[in-house]
């Protein structure tokens, strides 16, 4: 796990993670990138949210509906529920 911590120059960084396992390039580059990554994926998750919230809201209203003669009874007033 030595060769894990040398940084030199990208040739030798390349020869370096061709020497690894896939497990530890996966480690590796969570470890150097973790935060550019999450930063990466919050904005894409950010950027998805806000396109699908704005599309949604575009939408053209099909039906409208309307109560007509209808009274608001409390639950004592009504014989059904009593």
Same mark, same amino acid.
């Given at each position: 796990?030595?060769?894990?911590?040398?940084?030199?120059?990208?040739?030798?960084? @390349?020869?370096?993670?061709?020497?690894? !396992?896939? %497990?530890? #390039?996966?480690? &590796?580059?969570?470890?150097?990138?973790?935060?550019?990554?999450?930063?990466?994926?919050?904005?894409?998750?950010?950027?998805?949210? @806000?396109?699908?919230?704005?599309?949604? !809201?575009? %939408?053209? #209203?099909?039906? &409208?509906?309307?109560?007509?003669?209808?009274?608001?009874?409390?639950?004592?007033?009504?014989?059904?529920?009593?």
């Amino acid at each position: 796990m030595s060769t894990l911590w040398e940084k030199d120059t990208p040739k030798s960084e @390349w020869n370096k993670l061709k020497k690894l !396992s896939p %497990k530890e #390039i996966a480690w &590796y580059l969570w470890e150097y990138y973790k935060w550019p990554i999450l930063a990466i994926a919050a904005l894409t998750f950010l950027i998805i949210s @806000w396109a699908i919230s704005y599309r949604e !809201s575009r %939408k053209d #209203i099909v039906i &409208y509906g309307a109560l007509i003669n209808e009274s608001q009874l409390s639950l004592s007033e009504n014989s059904y529920f009593s």
